[in-house]
Nanobody, 122 residues
Framework: QVQLVESGGGLVQAGGSLRLSCGASGLTFSNYVMGWFRQAPGKEREFVATISWRGGSTAYVASVKGRYTISRDNAKNTVYLQMNSLKPEDTAVYYC???????????????WGQGTQVTVSS
């Protein structure tokens, strides 16, 4: 049974930082591209960042480039999202997901975590 479990969300002031973690079990972690997505109230789920199987390639949505960094530790079956210079518009539920393809399309991600709330106050 595959499980993805996010942690690290919370309430932070604008300009602050948070580090999200996502631990995976029940799958061969290094066989999967890992992604972070987010969904704000009343909005569709959107791609945030993705990292390739060994971490050699990353991609970000334009709105977080230069502020967010995705990384992974295959020995620990964990993917991270370091979020700096947070803005109120970053407020959302953040989800990690696993895909066999290096893609930004949420429909191509097979497994999803339950999400962690990130709230940025102004």
């Amino acid at each position: 049974q595959v499980q993805l479990v996010e942690s690290g969300g919370g309430l932070v002031q604008a300009g602050g930082s948070l580090r999200l973690s996502c631990g995976a079990s029940g799958l061969t972690f290094s066989n999967y591209v890992m992604g972070w997505f987010r969904q704000a109230p009343g909005k569709e789920r959107e791609f945030v960042a993705t990292i390739s199987w060994r971490g050699g390639s990353t991609a970000y949505v334009a709105s977080v480039k230069g502020r967010y960094t995705i990384s992974r530790d295959n020995a620990k079956n964990t993917v991270y999202l370091q979020m700096n210079s947070l803005k109120p518009e970053d407020t959302a539920v953040y989800y990690c997901a696993a895909s066999r393809l290096h893609t930004t399309a949420p429909t191509e991600y097979e497994y999803w975590g339950q999400g962690t709330q990130v709230t940025v106050s102004s």
